[in-house]
């Protein structure tokens, strides 16, 4: 915690409700952390028997990284701790910017060498402006932040009932989390940050609302770790030592440098027409390197040779977003849902967490606001619904659209086009598109979010209180 | 012409080229205005016997009407002279902005009159922001602003080529034009402002390539006008008066006001999986009622009774754009193409004069720029061709990213899914995109369009002077 002790409420009067967040993932302990640092009273619960993120990188965006820090400096501290490194900090120039590069993965040309790739976009994100860090390591500094009595493992929820007293069942206006284990825990307001799968998602739509549920992308990703002399020989050292996008027809493939440059990490996104056996097991570790052969088979014989050094058998995840039934509302009354509960979408803009921080900083400012009203009655339900309110109306336009986005820069990435030399202009003309919508992303005014959810709050609080 | 005259040039010597524009559309004669306003020496050719543009209307934003009055204050005086209209001043409200509209077209709802009809989303675009003016009468009044011998008519262009002198055919530089009936003329530069089926770029990149010619965006469209009180009957009074796009299922259908509000302009865009029967002949007269009947049988009864009220044959015409084949480049050497010979488009943006009058304010700075030269050599052509490149290089992107987008709002504008109900949350979230892209139209930066021009003319010449 930032010792900004100015900030922070010592008597539990002024500090008038109590908030659960439900699950700790990286933006519920990010949630949590920034609830804490403006004093608010606030447990995590989480299902697993420990907090154990799958492996994967994530990256954050400068504005991203802005949006943590005014959670709570601890947070950026974290980030930095966890190992985070710049995508393009290693391509031992002298530039200090980041850069995403795009790379023609599929054609060869005449008169070149056959493994000569086209590059065919970069764009910069700035001095730090796009940083992967382990997911793992992240949250587990992250947890350090905590103290030991905010938050519970082993709490898997199974439903939110209001809270009764008395002979006729008069309701107290609380809520109840009924957790899988017979415990329960009564609190004022609830915050799902439980990811794609989200429990208080299906919870607030109902079980019978396609909108609870996320559906299948049609896109596959692969993930692998090879060796940084094997990505060197394969693609060349500036390649291998930065983030690079080789797109083609139906599959594209990324890779970026990771534990301090011994590393690089791959991941192929490939579509696939078919449906998804299994809606309950989204991930396995059976991916097929055999079929990766078969999908990049006419790719540029760089990327042949890259699918040739994997191994046998590798992670693959099924994609799925919530695209195709978006959500209605971001909350219901004093339930409200942020991150990937609200808005999973594909991973091919790199910012889904990103956009998760912007709902968590939102949420916390508002909760902050709702602790700061000058006579707060002892219950301020008519505030902290406003809240979410406010949350709702400034968040959901921008997460939704970004959801759409995910799924548009798939597309762009996977033209069948890109395998037709001569459409190479047409689909390269896709790269003003993808300039504006990662600018969308990255240069957001996440100050005038604030402004505009508090203006938001207020005029909602003041409209129920005429 | 403005009376700008220490803008002009009264000697030859100060007027070191010739420039001949190529098609007499509105950009071709709002390009000659802006270049005669800068003391330019320049004739426009038009095939035609008389300037005569298809009746149908066009519309221009603020930024497209800046850039008409930075051409020459007398453009955006002739263009209101020719009856513009703010496509929603009729509105018959106080508010003095424009408004583009979007409507449910297909949907009825459950306990409402089946003809109402959601209202999705409302754009501003600010006072004076979307102005429509009909072709032929601004046309007409830009023709009013040429001397007589700075146009000819019945000038077919058959070919471009280079002028030479003497026994061994030295070339001197400069182009000579070929027309059909057997005439040349001579000059320094040509601007192609042909249109969409333009010669000029069928010229410059040859029969054989693709890239020369249009192709169909398989979207046909149908136009119509209705009497006012017609409107007002089945639409209501503020609908019948305003901008709106009516959304649905593979066709979407607008209308505005027009000749002073008391006929209504109705659009159809149906869209159509087979082949254009015929490349020659993308306009017809004889669209059929009937098939529209056929294609909006389905939508909201509104609609249907819109449709019923059409005569039984309507214009129809074939919508072609250069998205399949971008350009390479926009100009070679000292020919250069702007407009819709450049970028022809999809109408659904209802923006591509516009895009094209940022063109010619391009073109028209930087060929005053090459005239300002300290010592201009005889015969600039380094500094011509620098002009021209740096025009492709600073219009060509955001020029093909227009065509690509006006593919894109049409599919939004058709998505299948309008005919779900289920699903309607899902196409409803299109809007953030239609917003975003509609922005970056109308909110362009024009100034600093033409500082970057300039800059890159400078950097071009400078290098190869070097």
């Excluded at 420990?50 to 990188?57: D, I, L, M, R």
């Excluded at 301090?260 to 097929?288: C, R, Y």
């Excluded at 047409?426 to 979010?449: A, L, N, Q, T």
């Amino acid at each position: 915690m930032s010792p900004d002790l100015g900030h922070k409420f010592e008597a539990d009067e002024l500090r008038p409700f109590e908030v659960a967040v439900i699950g700790g993932g990286i933006i519920g302990l990010a949630m949590t952390c920034g609830l804490l640092n403006r004093g608010i009273r606030v447990k995590l619960y989480e299902q697993a028997q420990a907090f154990g993120e799958v492996g994967a990188g994530i990256a954050f965006t400068a504005c991203a990284q802005r949006c943590m820090e005014q959670l709570d400096p601890a947070i950026l501290e974290a980030f930095w701790q966890a190992g985070a490194v710049p995508l393009s900090s290693s391509a031992g120039s002298t530039d200090p910017n980041d850069y995403l590069r795009w790379v023609d993965g599929f054609n060869s040309h005449p008169g070149r060498d056959p493994r000569w790739q086209e590059p065919l976009y970069e764009l910069s994100a700035g001095v730090k402006g796009f940083v992967a860090v382990r997911r793992d390591e992240f949250a587990s500094r992250l947890l350090k932040l905590l103290p030991a009595d905010a938050f519970e493992l082993q709490k898997r929820l199974e439903d939110i009932v209001d809270e009764t007293v008395g002979g006729h069942g008069e309701r107290t206006g609380r809520k109840v989390l009924v957790f899988a284990d017979g415990t329960t825990a009564t609190v004022d307001a609830v915050i799902g940050c439980d990811g794609i799968k989200s429990k208080v998602r299906e919870l607030m739509l109902g079980r019978d609302n396609p909108a609870s549920y996320p559906t299948y992308t049609h896109v596959a990703a692969y993930r692998a770790v090879i060796p940084m002399d094997t990505a060197i020989r394969l693609l060349g050292e500036r390649k291998a030592k930065t983030f690079n996008n080789h797109v083609g027809p139906g599959a594209n493939i990324l890779h970026y440098a990771i534990s301090n440059q011994t590393l690089v990490n791959i991941t192929a996104f490939v579509s696939d027409e078919g449906e998804w056996p299994d809606h309950h097991k989204l991930t396995s570790d059976d991916g097929s390197k055999a079929h990766l052969q078969e999908v990049f088979a006419r790719f540029n014989p760089t990327i042949v040779d890259l699918i040739s050094v994997l191994p046998e058998t590798l992670p693959k995840w099924a994609i799925f977003d919530l695209a195709e039934y978006p959500l209605p509302a971001f909350h219901s009354g004093r339930v409200v849902l942020a991150g990937d509960a609200a808005h999973a979408s594909a991973p091919q803009h790199g910012a889904g967490a990103g956009i998760g921080m912007e709902d968590a900083l939102c949420l916390v400012t508002l909760l902050d606001r709702v602790c700061r009203e000058t006579a707060p009655p002892e219950r301020p339900y008519a505030a902290l619904e406003a809240a979410f309110a406010s949350f709702d109306a400034v968040r959901r336009t921008r997460c939704q659209w970004f959801v759409n986005s995910s799924r548009r820069i798939t597309d762009l990435h996977q033209q069948h086009e890109w395998g037709d030399p001569a459409k190479l202009l047409k689909v390269r003309s896709c790269f003003e598109e993808i300039k504006d919508r990662s600018h969308k992303i990255w240069h957001f005014d996440y100050e005038g979010m604030l402004k505009e959810a508090i203006g938001k709050y207020e005029e909602l609080l003041s409209r129920r209180g005429a």
